[in-house]
């Protein structure tokens, strides 16, 4: 196919905008990459480096060298921040430079944290959903066992409560509880392993819904096993700086709510003028062109397809990248559209060193599985390793990964640059209302 098709103009550097990026500049599109980060994050591993297995470079991958590497050079990077889109003059409007023209738009954005209207949960808790967020995460989790080991108040201890029994709470609380039951003794042998506290709050009646039954029931047998507070329909009611309340009743004194109960759209989405449905996702036809919108399409945790509501996880978005990409090559052809059609691949979730569970699904002659146990967490570790981009990458996070595995539990820390204070330690030492990372810029 001849080069320089059409302009495309592919908004983020996840896993649905690297995918649609690598397909159209095959196709022979000329791209242009947008996102606010330098950088693209593997965002399955950053509860690795929330708890300090891994180094943020681990997981992360500059996204000028993945232009680079593009097929006769057709892509070019822009970091900056989309701030609306001009479908009469067809041209892209960022917050640095000029406006980008386009032909076609592929909107990859994603998602942050999702708060659902719980007073105080955006101003007081954390997520792990980007790198900022992971790295602050740990430093206030590490900075709150020190506070501890100083003996300055004897009689206090150190909560964290992660809200979601998805995959994101499940591995964040699983690999905390180690920590905890583990690396206390041997790296904080002053502290009591009861003096850190680690709570998993649910609002249903299971942890890892889209899991088989059995492998629910697995992943809370061993997150109760490793010292993990499991709480199954329970809903939290308001969070504040050193507290949380529930629904029903009840409340509890907390140093770090982890929020991992769902995801909604960056707030200035809404300055696009795209049609936006549940949780404020962009409504996109079955070919995934945006409703009313020939050529722009929406794909990834960021659309919402309601005749075929997806999982917001790496496959759907991978797969919709790619069929973004070929039905932009047929309407440039003059041929019709054809509808996404998902290839559901399964699930997976880790739930600490050696155990983890596995539901796959019939791929040709290989049929479905069900893995829990050390057979599901290697089958983990290797489909992770093998998904990051680049081969230094994956060298440092097998190493990384390695390193910790075997030096396990001394191992279990994090390498911390100045204190940062929890929000209940802000609160009481400032008496002011902890700040929040700003998560709310979309790509």
């Given at each position: 196919m001849a080069n320089n098709l059409g302009r495309v103009v592919v908004v983020g550097g996840g896993f649905a905008g690297l995918n649609a990026t690598t397909q159209l500049t095959q196709a022979g599109f000329h791209v242009t990459l947008v996102d606010r980060h330098p950088y693209s994050t593997f965002q399955p591993l950053?509860?690795?480096?929330?708890?300090?297995?891994?180094?943020?470079?681990?997981i992360t991958y500059a996204l000028r060298r993945f232009v680079s590497n593009q097929k006769n050079h057709l892509a070019t990077f822009r970091r900056g921040t989309v701030t609306g889109i001009d479908t009469e003059?067809?041209?892209?409007?960022?917050?640095?430079?000029?406006?980008?023209?386009?032909?076609?738009?592929?909107?990859?954005?994603?998602?942050?944290?999702?708060?659902?209207?719980?007073?105080?949960?955006?101003?007081?808790?954390?997520s792990i959903y980007t790198r900022a967020a992971a790295l602050e995460?740990?430093?206030?989790?590490?900075?709150?066992?020190?506070?501890?080991?100083s003996g300055a108040d004897p009689d206090k201890r150190f909560t964290v409560v992660v809200v979601g029994g998805g995959a994101t709470g499940v591995e964040m609380a699983g690999t905390l509880a180690e920590v905890k039951s583990e690396g206390l003794p041997v790296l904080y042998p002053e502290l009591n392993v009861d003096a850190f506290r680690v709570v998993l709050v649910?609002?249903?009646?299971?942890?890892?819904?889209?899991?088989?039954?059995?492998?629910?029931?697995?992943?809370?047998?061993?997150?109760?096993?490793?010292?993990?507070?499991?709480?199954?329909?329970t809903?939290?009611?308001?969070?504040?700086?050193?507290?949380?309340?529930?629904?029903?009743?009840?409340?509890?004194?907390?140093?770090?709510?982890?929020?991992?109960?769902?995801?909604?759209?960056?707030?200035?989405?809404?300055?696009?003028?795209?049609?936006?449905?549940?949780g404020g996702r962009i409504l996109v036809n079955e070919d995934l062109r945006v409703q009313g919108h020939d050529?722009?399409?929406?794909?990834?945790?960021?659309?919402?397809?309601?005749?075929?509501?997806?999982?917001?996880?790496?496959?759907?978005?991978?797969?919709?990248?790619?069929?973004?990409?070929?039905?932009?090559?047929?309407?440039?052809?003059?041929?019709?559209?054809?509808?996404?059609?998902?290839?559901?691949?399964?699930?997976?979730?880790t739930?600490?060193?050696?155990?983890?569970?596995?539901?796959?699904?019939?791929?040709?002659?290989?049929p479905a599985m069900n893995m829990d146990g050390f057979i599901g967490w290697l089958l983990w570790v290797v489909v992770h390793l093998r998904s990051l981009l680049g081969g230094r990458n994956r060298i440092q996070a097998m190493i990384n990964m390695g390193f910790r595995y075997m030096s396990?539990?001394?191992s279990a820390t994090g390498i911390l640059g100045d204190i940062t204070e929890s929000p209940a330690m802000q609160a009481l030492n400032s008496g002011v209302k902890a700040e929040t990372i700003d998560e709310a810029d979309a790509s």
């Open positions: 950053l509860y690795q480096v929330a708890t300090g297995g891994l180094n943020p470079g681990d003059n067809k041209l892209v409007n960022v917050s640095r430079g000029e406006d980008i023209p386009y032909d076609y738009v592929v909107l990859a954005q994603g998602v942050g944290a999702g708060y659902f209207g719980i007073e105080g949960a955006e101003t007081y808790s954390r995460v740990r430093d206030i989790i590490y900075s709150g066992l020190e506070f501890l080991a649910e609002m249903g009646d299971a942890l890892l819904a889209p899991f088989e039954p059995h492998l629910r029931d697995y992943t809370l047998d061993e997150l109760r096993k490793r010292g993990v507070d499991v709480r199954l329909n809903a939290i009611d308001k969070v504040e700086a050193d507290r949380v309340d529930f629904k029903g009743g009840g409340s509890m004194d907390v140093d770090l709510v982890i929020w991992a109960a769902g995801v909604a759209a960056h707030k200035p989405v809404a300055d696009w003028g795209m049609p936006q449905g549940r050529d722009i399409f929406a794909v990834g945790d960021g659309a919402l397809i309601e005749t075929n509501r997806l999982a917001q996880q790496a496959q759907p978005a991978i797969q919709m990248g790619a069929h973004a990409a070929d039905m932009i090559a047929r309407l440039q052809r003059g041929e019709p559209t054809t509808s996404f059609v998902y290839d559901d691949k399964g699930f997976m979730a739930i600490g060193r050696n155990a983890a569970v596995a539901q796959t699904t019939k791929m040709g002659p290989v396990w539990p001394k």
